[in-house]
């Protein structure tokens, strides 16, 4: 059974920091790219950040770039979303997700598993 399970959400003031984790088993984490996405109350989900199967490559949403970074650890099955000087409009529900294949991908569609999610609230 394939699981995907977030960690390091909470509350934290602007211009604080986060570190989020995944954790994964059941799937062929090595050969498949990993994303995190989020979405806030009353919003779609978005595309926040993906890094392929090797981590040689990285995407990002243009609202994160510079102050968000993924990392993968193939070994431990983990990919993680470190986020600094968080800004209140980064408050959402963040999920990771599993893609399909090896590629950086932006659209949700395109992710096979996903995980409950971590509640990132940023206060002003």
């Known amino acids: 059974q394939v699981q995907l399970v977030e960690s390091g959400g909470g509350l934290v003031q602007a211009g604080g920091s986060l570190r989020l984790s995944c954790a994964t088993s059941?799937?062929?984490?090595?050969?498949?790219?990993m994303g995190w996405f989020r979405q806030a109350p009353g919003k779609e989900r978005e595309f926040v950040a993906a890094?392929?199967?090797?981590?040689?490559?990285?995407g990002y949403a243009d609202s994160v770039k510079g102050r968000f970074t993924i990392s993968r650890d193939n070994a431990k099955n983990t990919v993680s979303l470190q986020m600094n000087n968080l800004k209140p409009e980064d408050t959402a529900v963040y999920y990771c997700?599993?893609?399909?294949?090896?590629?950086?991908?932006?659209?949700?569609?395109?992710?096979?598993?996903w995980g409950q999610g971590t509640q990132v609230t940023v206060s002003s």
């Open positions: 997700a599993a893609q399909w294949n090896g590629s950086v991908r932006h659209d949700p569609s395109e992710y096979r598993y």
């Open positions: 059941g799937l062929t984490f090595s050969n498949r790219a």
């Open positions: 890094i392929s199967w090797s981590g040689s490559n990285t």
